[in-house]
């Protein structure tokens, strides 16, 4: 089933101020055209964030119409830009070519030369003369190609296709519900499994040395699940994995890289951690996707932003259940797009980017003898046995995704639509409802499960501890509620963990089913009851007049609720999941500017307070001079203007004295730990100098590329007699500093800002000032 392609391969490259794409191998030749980007740095980030979940554990997708972006012309834009003028010509004449030969036409795109294109998701390339995403069809792929310094040979794959599974969940990190994880996992390939297609097999211990081990049996694919990020000391992208102890371990790509490249088998890797195809933007090879493949993968699947619970749920499935039928992995993962596009009303289908080397398919897969045939109901039923489990076992927050999945393909299947009444947050208990009756969800019988059978090697089950699930640190319902794990099967040996007491946890979920029967489901969930309260408790009221999510759709940037405050010290794991926005916009310039200048910002907030993270890529480090605060944009730091609402004042209204600020965040010679801050209070038409002020605690980190800098700034410095409610708009810039090298200490050499329209010149006038809204979250 594998397609036949002619490949049409293009290299962007950088000519002289902009850019340019060449098409350096296609059925009908050689071109080039000009290329720009029609989009801002913002736009992409904030498109990504659009597109992504929502930041909550169960990360369950929303309609589309709670998306403000459309991504058809988001898509039609970046398609026109790329495939204009000569490319585009070559990219016509080459699918006349392909289908007169009765082949398809794989896009390749070559991003060696130009690293910083590569967070942009080429993967939402839609062609306005097909009147389609490319990617959203077998017959033109999209795939981003890496030169390999060997290539392995192809693998063949008998029946069956052998899963090699990490789940990674380190003490001192936001908590994944591992068990949870292991379940939808298992839950959605249960049918492949028990048709002889696929064997899963979980890792015991999310180590390198249990990963070592494990490699000396025959696997096919490696599956990641777990956190991600960049190394911004190392400059590499980095997956999170425990050490003996369950701590966090910070692995490289590269090192990695290591490990996979001696197992023979190894020919595919999925990486479904947040930031896994990341990039430093300068080294093409850095991110963990791209160092694999670099080391000899023949081909890396990488997510570039988390996906939702039911995203994944379809991924996993087809891309296995394609692959098992022989189909290559660029038309899988097509047809894994087609999926994941028509089951729910959201975008997600591009989140996955594909990593090759070569042009030979990574594995050749062919279903022996012995396989089996499943019916075509056996993945609904793998996916309610699953959700009952987890019912039994009280873990709605596990079951939702699997019912509401089941739903979306067979609404009438069973009882799903009365249980999805029941556990569904917000939804109130429906009286009218009858209970289920034995012959659908009986709550004192057990599960039935060959779910996770053959395997490799027998799966066992954790003993962790009922903890909150703290997955992410701006996650409201991720610390709100407790799962507890399902018994353990008899002809399963239960597997030792670190954290927990099995007996206790045993008889803690027989007093929870015998509760259940009791009770049944006909109340609202207390973990979603919690999480609204964890809101509130942060972050207090939402604003009547201003929702926040009505707010949000109309303004710049989006700031969390903080459930669970940045520690300022230094240590910025505690920003993990928060979006990171771009400051791009060259603002300032007294000179020549350094090559490599640049930065990004994260912000969350609570009652207490508004937290700013600020990464700066700077080489050449200079302090301010702590004398001077009303000039502390002189030295290296960031600043930011600060004030009410100002979309209806009038273009030439000046600075609001006793409403706005500018607030200054310098790096200083003296604490190589912190920094420094200034308060500049509002004049009309402009700031004028501060001074100090010491109740705004700043942490420091620096590398060799630049530094860290986080702030906690008090509302009350911010001139708010009383904390902000949610939802509230604030306008808004983010600048970063440059000092010159020059002898002469304390002068600016660039300024850039998240706002384009940001100058010496209109600082003064907050109606062109960006705007921030106070969110519950920042999706």
Known sequence: MSRDYLDFDVAVTREGQGYAAHVLASPVGQASAPFTLPFAATDLAQFMIAVGPPRVSSRRLVPAEARALDVKEYGRRLGDALLSGEVGRAFRDSLAAARADG????????????????????????????????????????????????????????????????????????????????????????????????????????????????????????????????????????????????????????????????????????????????????????????????????????????????????????????????????????????????????????????????????????????????????????????????????????????????????????????????????SPPDPDVPTPGPDRLALTQPLTQPLTQPLARPLTQPDTASEPDTRLQDDPEAESHREAEPEPEPELEPRRRRRGNGFVRSLVGLVVLFGLFWVGLTQVPGWFKKATADVTSACGPSAAAAPAAASAAATTFVAGCATSTPTIDGDFADWNGVPTLPISHVIAQRGTPQRGFGGDWQVVWDTGALYLRVHVDDSDLRGVDVAQPGAYFNGDGFSFEFGPDARDLAPTATTRRGRDVN?????????????????????????????????????????????????????????????????????????????????????????????????????????????????????
Not at 224 to 240: K, T
Not at 298 to 317: G, K
Not at 719 to 742: C, H, K, W, Y
């Open 103 to 426: 082949r398809d036409l794989r896009l390749r795109l070559r991003l060696d030369a130009v690293p910083d294109l590569d967070p942009v998701p080429w993967e939402y390339l839609y062609d306005t003369a097909l009147g389609r995403f490319l990617t959203l069809s077998q017959e033109t792929p999209v795939v981003r190609l890496l030169d390999s310094l060997e290539r392995p040979p192809v693998v063949r794959v008998e029946a069956p296709l052998r899963v090699l599974v990490m789940i990674s969940s380190p003490s001192d990190m936001p908590e994944l519900a591992v068990e949870r994880e292991r379940q939808l996992l298992m839950a959605t390939t249960g049918d492949l499994v028990a048709s002889g297609r696929l064997t899963v097999t979980v890792l015991e211990e999310a180590t390198l040395t249990a990963l070592q081990r494990a490699l000396l049996d025959d696997f096919h694919v490696f599956h990641f699940i777990g956190h991600g990020g960049f190394d911004q000391d190392a400059q590499e992208g980095v997956l999170v994995l425990e050490r003996d102890d369950g701590t966090a371990h910070r692995v490289s790509g590269a090192r990695l890289g290591t490990l996979l490249h001696d197992a023979r088998t190894m020919q595919l890797a999925v990486l479904n951690a947040c930031e896994g195809a990341r990039t430093s933007g300068r080294d093409a090879f850095s991110g963990v996707a791209q160092a694999l493949v670099r080391q000899g993968l023949p081909a890396v699947v990488a997510m570039q932003t988390e996906i939702s619970d039911r995203a994944a749920l379809v991924f996993s499935h087809e891309f296995y259940y394609f692959l098992t039928r022989g189909l290559g992995i660029d038309a899988a993962i097509c047809e894994v797009r087609k999926a994941m596009a028509v089951s729910d009303e959201a975008s997600e289908w591009g989140t996955a980017v594909l990593l090759r080397s070569g042009a030979d398919q990574p594995f050749s897969f062919t279903a022996g003898a012995t396989t089996g045939t499943e019916r075509p109901v056996s993945r609904l039923e793998s996916l309610y046995d699953a959700a009952k489990g987890a019912l039994q076992a009280s873990a709605p927050a596990t079951a939702l995704p699997l019912l509401e999945q089941i739903a979306s393909e067979h609404p009438d299947y069973q009882d799903v639509t009365q249980l999805l009444t029941r556990i569904r947050p917000g």
């Open 663 to 779: 607030v200054m965040v310098g790096l200083s010679d003296d604490a190589p730990t912190s920094g420094v801050a200034s308060i500049n209070p509002a004049a009309r038409g402009t700031f004028v100098a501060g001074a100090r002020h010491p109740e705004i605690t700043v942490g420091r980190a620096d590398a060799v590329s630049g530094y860290d800098l986080e702030a906690r700034v008090p509302w009350s410095a911010l001139q708010l007699g009383t904390a902000p409610v949610r939802g509230s708009v604030f306008s808004m810039n983010v600048n970063i500093s440059d000092a010159t090298t020059a002898p002469a200490a304390w002068t600016l050499r660039t300024m850039k800002s998240t706002n384009a329209a940001r100058t010496s010149d209109t600082q003064g006038f907050p109606h062109g000032w960006q705007t921030i809204t106070l969110a519950d979250s920042a999706s």
